[in-house]
Nanobody, 121 residues
Framework: QVQLVESGGGLAQPGGSLRLSCAAFGSIFNINFMAWYRQAPGKQRESVAV???????VYKDSVKDRFTISRDNAQNTVYLEMNSLKPEDTAVYYC???????????????WGQGTQVTVSS
């Protein structure tokens, strides 16, 4: 009974910016990590950015100085601010969260539906 809903994708020009959002809904006790992945046509899905419950972040090297991941725990939401976009950033972006639905439950991973990001002039 947990769903992740993404928004914010679209078309941007090289050098432009987009902000992605992903909100979790349902029965949630707490959320440990939140993350963004992406998958380009014909390629494997790859991790882009991760943020832990304490706010520690890890980025894919190619986006490290351009993207920023953040979270709003009160809203069960993760954001990805993408700046200085490049054509190679074009992909479907998926959010992922590790969710514990109740006290003493194990953490389970949930995925968003994906949102298309296209960077083209």
């Amino acid at each position: 009974q947990v769903q992740l809903v993404e928004s914010g994708g679209g078309l941007a020009q090289p050098g432009g910016s987009l902000r992605l959002s992903c909100a979790a809904f349902g029965s949630i006790f707490n959320i440990n990590f939140m993350a963004w992945y992406r998958q380009a046509p014909g390629k494997q899905r790859e991790s882009v950015a991760v943020i832990t419950s304490s706010g520690s972040t890890v980025y894919k090297d190619s986006v490290k100085d351009r993207f920023t991941i953040s979270r709003d725990n009160a809203q069960n939401t993760v954001y990805l601010e993408m700046n200085s976009l490049k054509p190679e950033d074009t992909a479907v972006y998926y959010c992922k969260m590790g969710v514990r639905r109740y006290l003493n439950a194990k953490s389970e991973d949930y995925w968003g539906q994906g949102t298309q990001v296209t960077v083209s002039s």
